[in-house]
């Protein structure tokens, strides 16, 4: 083995980068053996030195992350802080000085993540960030390694466990949105803001990076369309539960038929009971890849928390000291299709429409005309009367995302309808 260590800064030690630190200075023999030279711990850059944090060595504690990484001499830098600056600045710094860098990032991976490949390119490093989706499930290696060799066409995830906690709470509960919300929040899983997570824009930063990797093409949050679950009431639970679905904040990506273009969304959707990600509970996040030669497969672990995190990095971290022991740097991006991602309006699945309708003769005539006249083609129609009114929940076929949105503002406009009470899509038949 060789005797020189690997130098490594940490950029960050709240909970993730704690649990890093935990794990190099206890773990430091297997590491050593695994990478083929010891790891030593260099610096860690944070914003509050005097804050306690258990084990981690106070000597190596500096407030000037810009110096840490600057140094000169770092093999790999270890980025925990999130956000996009000074962290996009911070990362540049260490790949301009001759460091690798591993990030948990997704915000500045879904955001920037081209610019930032081409720089680590431009100077003979590695950029790696398993930790960005997903926690300590493995999706970024295997989807750009293992399945390098195939055609992946979908990729189908619940990549949040803070909604996926709301939604699950709802369903067993019977809870409204707002109870569950402050159930998750009284446990820990949502933050004292939760809008990250309930707005979608976590998971619409996920899917961004996945579905960049899955089709080796570019994508930002900014081409992901996104919904949260806000908006999602105990009756859609219920009018899911009565379809034999459930509810869960899906991202997903798709190759378009025709092999020409790629879309990316995030919004609640219902799934049949009998699909694998029904069964996916509490906070774990999991995820389908559907690939040519493959078929499909399933990704299933906890998706956030500090040790399931640190394990993502320090992956990462191993991969990135062996490729700098042998002079050279793992699989980097692959954009090479140059696929362009396409608006929501484009993509094809089903709905469910719940409506408030007057019960009276021809409501129901005149509510199919509408979505006849949009091309849209219904499967089912349920309705229930009550005093004078009705509630009518139409199920339809696969249809145009564009479509569905026409037909939605005709019903809209017809006397006849009070209300358009909920659409969701329904996915994973
Ligand atoms: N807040 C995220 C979640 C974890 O609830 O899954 C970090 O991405």
Do not use: W
């Amino acid at each position: 083995m060789r005797t020189r260590p690997l130098k490594v800064a940490l950029l960050g030690c709240g909970v993730v980068g704690s649990e890093v630190t935990r794990i190099i200075t206890t773990q430091s023999h297997d590491l050593a053996e695994r990478i083929g030279a010891p790891i030593e711990l260099a610096g860690i850059a944070v914003r509050r030195p005097n804050r306690v944090r258990e084990g981690v060595p106070t000597e190596l504690l500096t407030t000037d992350a810009t110096a840490l990484v600057k140094r000169g001499d770092l093999d790999v830098v270890v980025e925990v802080i999130g956000g996009i600056e000074p962290v996009r600045t911070l990362i540049t710094t260490a790949f301009e000085h001759g460091a690798s860098v591993v990030s948990a990032n997704k915000a500045l991976l879904a955001a920037d993540g081209a610019s930032l490949h081409a720089k680590a390119v431009e100077h003979g490093v590695d950029l790696y960030y398993e930790a960005a989706v997903a926690g300590a499930i493995p999706l970024i290696r295997p989807l750009r390694e293992s399945l390098a060799g195939d055609k992946v066409n979908r990729v189908l995830g619940i990549v949040n466990g803070t909604t996926n906690f709301i939604l699950d709470k709802m369903d067993s509960s019977g809870a409204g949105y707002s109870e569950a919300l402050d159930e998750a929040t009284a446990l820990g899983y949502a933050e004292a803001d939760p809008t990250a997570d309930v707005e979608g824009f976590d998971a619409a930063a996920k899917a961004a990076i996945l579905a960049g990797i899955a089709f080796h093409t570019r994508v930002t949050i900014d081409d992901v369309h996104r919904e949260g679950i806000t908006e999602v009431t105990a009756a859609d639970i219920a009018s899911a539960r009565n379809m034999g679905c459930t509810v869960k904040l899906l991202a997903i990506c798709e190759r378009a038929l025709d092999g020409r273009s790629v879309t990316a969304r995030v919004h609640p959707a219902m799934i049949p009971l009998s699909h694998p990600l029904a069964s996916v509970r509490e906070a774990y996040n999991a995820v389908f890849v559907e690939a040519e030669a493959a078929g499909r497969l399933m990704f299933y672990g906890p998706g956030a928390g500090g040790a399931p995190t640190a394990s993502a990095v320090l992956g990462d971290l191993v991969a990135a000291c062996r490729n700098k022991l042998a002079a050279t740097t793992g699989a980097g991006e692959s954009a090479y299709t140059r696929l362009p991602v396409s608006p929501m309006g484009d993509v094809v699945t089903r709905y469910h429409i719940s409506l408030d309708v007057a019960d009276k003769p021809g409501v129901l005539a005149q509510v199919a005309t509408v979505f006849a006249e949009h091309d849209v083609s219904i499967d089912t129609v349920r309705q229930q009367g009550k005093d004078g009114e009705a509630s009518l929940v139409v199920v339809t076929h696969r249809a145009l995302d564009a479509a569905l949105s026409a037909t939605v503002s005709s019903l809209r406009k017809l006397d006849t309808v009070r209300g358009v009470a909920s659409i969701m899509r329904v996915e994973g038949e």
